[in-house]
């Protein structure tokens, strides 16, 4: 029998669109972009490289929202044509690659690939769900802090990736259909907790030290790695205790007891054998270097107590370079280094000043008005782009505003870079999320539906600690 011959039958423009449309996107916004850098009639008031970097701002962002390159393709080419065309000096544009939130980064990455490559998160991973997850409303909650929990001291994405072959393997063995409750909230806690735990520290995801790295460049302020967690912590917690309580309402409500669960993880647990000396040496590893960055980070800084127990890990031979390479997101380290360099170049050139006399002066902004607008915009603008693109838009803006305002520059660093981690709706929101989509448990109008509500409560919550708890502890 002869295999039928599908022809498409769309006309031949569609197609060559559809085949094409990052080629033309591309040509279509190198275009644009060469029209007005060359263009002479600039605004009264403004300077050429302001300008400039206005036309290489809006260009970038319109890259990084479209991704019709690699994010980290437009940073770097971002930092060519600040430096092409002068908005500042070329030594200037590439030194931001020394940027400490840089280095904090690839010191992240390095301890993140130590703590896997030892297994220590395996091994964590199977006592906790085989001590806590005997029953199916137990087993999702159980994958719901344990996500969360590892986010603290790993990249999120990380974490998703580790426990998403765990999770399956629990879906196969208790055969569970595409429609199964348990499934999808199994997959919903998943993506849940790495997203909420990865706000909570600076290990969690890239943003917040990028975020803290804009803050520096452009005001020279800072914010520590205590002081993050003090202020970021009982809001996020008070979200995690909302969505605890609805997965274990929903689950419990909708499943059966099982067995098999108990059986699944000792099993698991038993075929790791004792800890081993690699194991004990990335735990200590990890337990000094944690507290270095809560009591002595001051002193020591973040980004060198990173690298020194990043170094550890080669020293006592935890890991190999080979191990370390495969972990470090090379493509994020780029990313930040361009990043950075434009807002730097936002501030020198004076184009914040001209947006700040010519616009947000004009503006009537109560601080709750101010709180709301921009947690919103960042919260739902974090569902379409990179959470870290988000930064790197709002953020040079957010504190030019906020100073207008008679507020705290660190202030805006929590206002963008804290709902811009809260990603719940979209599977190209997050890495966690497009994880926990790709089991097939999940159906889109589902998680945007859940994931809705979940960015409404987040915002009220975070809005409401921002004008209570912040207050209190003297953010502003």
């Known amino acids: 029998m002869k295999s039928k011959v599908y022809i498409d039958r769309r006309p031949l423009p569609a197609l060559f669109l559809i085949e094409y449309k990052n080629a033309i996107l591309l040509l279509f916004s190198f275009a644009l972009f060469f029209i007005f850098i060359s263009n002479k009639s600039i605004p009264q008031g403004m300077s050429v490289q302001a300008y400039q970097a206005l036309v290489i701002f809006i260009f970038a962002n319109f890259l990084w929202i479209t991704n019709a390159i690699p994010l980290a393709i437009t940073s770097l080419m971002i930092m060519g044509l600040l430096a092409s065309f002068n908005v500042l000096a070329a030594e200037q544009v590439y030194s931001f690659f020394g940027n400490k939130a840089v280095f904090f980064i690839i010191g992240a990455f390095i301890i993140s690939a130590g703590i896997s490559g030892s297994g220590l998160n395996k091994r964590v991973s199977y006592y906790v769900l085989s001590r806590f997850g005997d029953k199916p409303e137990n087993l999702v909650l159980s994958i719901f802090f344990l996500a969360a929990s590892l986010s603290h001291i790993m990249p999120e994405h990380a974490v998703a990736a580790m426990l998403f072959p765990?999770?399956?393997?629990?879906?196969?063995?208790?055969?569970?259909?595409?429609?199964?409750?348990?499934?999808?909230?199994?997959?919903?806690?998943?993506?849940?907790?790495?997203?909420?735990?990865?706000?909570?520290?600076f290990l969690g995801g890239a943003r917040n030290p990028l975020a803290v790295g804009i803050l520096e460049e452009t005001t020279g302020q800072s914010i520590g790695f205590l002081e993050w967690i003090v202020t970021v912590a009982p809001p996020v917690y008070l979200i995690m205790i909302l969505v605890a309580f609805y997965l274990k309402y929903t689950v419990r409500a909708s499943t059966r007891d099982t067995e098999i669960l108990k059986e699944l993880f000792t099993g698991g647990r038993e075929r790791l054998g004792k800890i081993d000396l690699k194991?004990?040496?990335?735990?200590?590893?990890?337990?000094?270097?944690?507290?270095?960055?809560?009591?002595?980070?001051?002193?020591?800084?973040?980004?060198?107590?990173?690298?020194?127990?990043?170094?550890?890990?080669?020293?006592?031979?935890?890991?190999?370079?080979?191990?370390?390479?495969?972990?470090?997101?090379?493509?994020?380290?780029?990313?930040?280094?361009?990043?950075?360099?434009?807002?730097?170049?936002?501030?020198?050139?004076?184009?914040?000043?001209?947006?700040?006399?010519?616009?947000?002066?004009?503006?009537?902004?109560?601080?709750?008005?101010?709180?709301?607008?921009?947690?919103?915009?960042?919260?739902?603008?974090?569902?379409?782009?990179?959470?870290?693109?988000?930064?790197?838009?709002?953020?040079?803006?957010?504190?030019?505003?906020?100073?207008?305002?008679n507020l705290p520059p660190a202030l805006a660093v929590y206002i963008v870079a804290v709902p811009a981690g809260l990603a719940f709706m979209l599977p190209m929101s997050s890495p966690p999320n497009a994880i926990a989509f790709s089991s097939g448990f999940i159906k889109p109008h589902e998680a945007m539906r859940i994931g809705f509500v979940l960015n409404v409560v987040s915002i009220a919550v975070v809005t409401l600690f921002a004008l209570t708890y912040w207050r209190v502890i003297g953010i502003y």
């Open 279 to 405: 194991e004990i040496k990335a735990l200590v590893i990890l337990v000094g270097t944690i507290y270095m960055w809560i009591f002595e980070s001051n002193r020591f800084g973040i980004a060198n107590v990173a690298l020194i127990s990043a170094a550890l890990f080669f020293v006592l031979n935890v890991i190999s370079w080979e191990d370390a390479k495969k972990e470090i997101n090379w493509g994020a380290i780029f990313m930040y280094g361009g990043a950075i360099a434009l807002g730097k170049a936002l501030v020198e050139t004076g184009l914040l000043d001209y947006i700040n006399q010519n616009f947000l002066a004009k503006m009537d902004f109560s601080t709750l008005g101010f709180l709301i607008v921009v947690f919103t915009i960042s919260v739902f603008l974090t569902e379409g782009i990179s959470n870290a693109a988000v930064v790197v838009i709002l953020l040079p803006l957010i504190i030019q505003a906020a100073v207008m305002l």
């Open 166 to 201: 765990i999770l399956i393997s629990i879906s196969r063995r208790l055969e569970l259909r595409n429609n199964s409750i348990l499934g999808k909230y199994m997959f919903f806690a998943l993506a849940w907790g790495s997203v909420l735990g990865g706000v909570v520290t």
